[in-house]
């Protein structure tokens, strides 16, 4: 028997949707599951080869707070896809955020964030810079109240970062990791 959505009764519609789904599940039985949509996103690592960087952000996120009072968050640079290609929205993520302009994207996957809650499904992205590709400042969207601050990081620090299980991003530890099996070269041995 194939698994089926019944019903679903959303109890908040904004920025995102929350609610709750009667699901028929694969032996048939019935139950409720919660479900968290807002579309899918991308999320990007930018890095200097020739210098061994990459230029992350620092925000706060609520419910990181909320769970252990991290007052701020080491990420990669991300946002929802809005109109566009996934490849046209991480050149404008990352340029809202830390204001650099990417040329080539080298596309890691694309995978569920927490496909036991949410339907946002990130499309991830490792981007080579230089520094004249620095455009603007960055620091986020006007009106978006995002508090960025922006961080170039030497990548041998984001590994030792990575190697203590200190990034607690899912997204930028992925990225940190393809980059590491992509170019090992840029890290030391």
Request: net charge negative; aromatic share 6%.
């Given at each position: 028997?194939?698994?089926?959505?019944?019903?679903?009764?959303?109890?908040?519609?904004?920025?995102?949707?929350?609610?709750?789904?009667?699901?028929?599940?694969?032996?048939?039985?019935?139950?409720?599951?919660?479900?968290?949509?807002?579309?899918?996103?991308?999320?990007?690592?930018?890095?200097?080869?020739?210098?061994?960087?990459?230029?992350?952000?620092?925000?706060?996120?609520?419910?990181?707070?909320?769970?252990?009072?991290?007052?701020?968050?080491?990420?990669?640079?991300?946002?929802?896809?809005?109109?566009?290609?996934?490849?046209?929205?991480?050149?404008?993520?990352?340029?809202?955020?830390?204001?650099?302009?990417?040329?080539?994207?080298?596309?890691?996957?694309?995978?569920?964030?927490?496909?036991?809650?949410?339907?946002?499904?990130?499309?991830?992205?490792?981007?080579?810079?230089?520094?004249?590709?620095?455009a603007e400042a960055g620091g986020g969207a006007e009106g978006?109240?995002?508090?960025?601050?922006?961080?170039?990081?030497?990548?041998?620090?984001?590994?030792?970062?990575?190697?203590?299980?200190?990034?607690?991003?899912?997204?930028?530890?992925?990225?940190?990791?393809?980059?590491?099996?992509?170019?090992?070269?840029?890290?030391?041995?």
């Open positions: 028997m194939k698994a089926e959505i019944l019903s679903i009764r959303f109890l908040h519609e904004g920025w995102n949707r929350f609610g709750l789904a009667q699901v028929r599940l694969h032996d048939g039985s019935v139950a409720e599951r919660a479900l968290e949509d807002h579309g899918h996103s991308v999320g990007i690592l930018p890095y200097d080869p020739e210098r061994r960087v990459a230029t992350l952000v620092r925000e706060l996120r609520v419910p990181a707070l909320f769970a252990d009072g991290a007052q701020m968050q080491l990420e990669a640079p991300a946002g929802l896809i809005d109109d566009g290609s996934p490849e046209e929205n991480a050149r404008r993520e990352v340029l809202e955020e830390v204001g650099l302009n990417l040329h080539g994207l080298d596309f890691i996957g694309a995978a569920y964030s927490c496909a036991s809650l949410s339907t946002e499904k990130i499309h991830l992205y490792l981007a080579a810079y230089t520094r004249p590709d620095r978006e109240h995002e508090n960025i601050r922006i961080v170039e990081m030497p990548l041998a620090d984001l590994a030792a970062l990575a190697d203590r299980g200190e990034i607690t991003d899912l997204k930028t530890l992925t990225l940190v990791l393809a980059l590491r099996v992509r170019r090992p070269e840029l890290f030391p041995a």
